[in-house]
């Protein structure tokens, strides 16, 4: 991390000597450079402190109402258990409209499912003849060998 008085100098090198071989000097992206120098340009050099983030990736956005969150993750509808996104963009739509919210799109509504602990993911339960619940990967299952390529095309042996 570059503190205020390391990023002037930098900024002045750039100056001097040009972005090319400011940036190959002090190994920086040439975005990182043109930033700082908007940012000193236009704030001043206050504007160089570390409390500022990174202006690349959006973090955060608009908050979800609570009451959207707990439409979108039913408490066990069998119906709609492992739907998607795109399923439940139309049932939220209409539940959205009457409560005088904004509409979500169908990535925010992805997300919302992402940042779910269990993903409103289950896996569908696979049962023996006996009504009892089977493993989803078996312990005793093993990687056997090929057999030959002989066996299978007897004309190349």
């Avoid at 139309?90 to 997300?111: H, N, Q």
């Avoid at 919302?112 to 339960?125: E, F, M, N, Q, S």
Wanted: proline share 8%; aromatic share 6%; glycine share 8%.
């Amino acid at each position: 991390m570059y503190g205020i008085e390391q990023k002037l100098k930098i900024i002045r090198h750039a100056e001097r000597y040009g972005t090319a071989s400011c940036c190959d000097a002090f190994a920086l992206k040439v975005r990182t450079l043109r930033r700082w120098r908007r940012l000193y340009r236009e704030e001043g050099a206050a504007a160089l402190s570390d409390g500022r983030k990174s202006v690349s990736g959006r973090k955060g956005g608009r908050p979800v109402p609570p009451e959207v969150v707990s439409f979108i993750r039913p408490p066990q509808d069998p119906c709609h258990l492992n739907a998607g996104a795109g399923i439940i963009k139309p049932a939220l739509s209409g539940f959205c409209e009457r409560r005088d919210y904004a509409p979500m799109s169908v990535a925010m509504i992805g997300r919302i499912i992402a940042d779910d602990k269990d993903k409103r993911r289950t896996v569908p339960l696979r049962l023996n003849r006996l009504g009892k619940v089977k493993s989803l990967c078996p312990k005793n299952s093993r990687h056997r060998k090929p057999k030959p390529l002989a066996m299978w095309w007897p004309l190349i042996a």
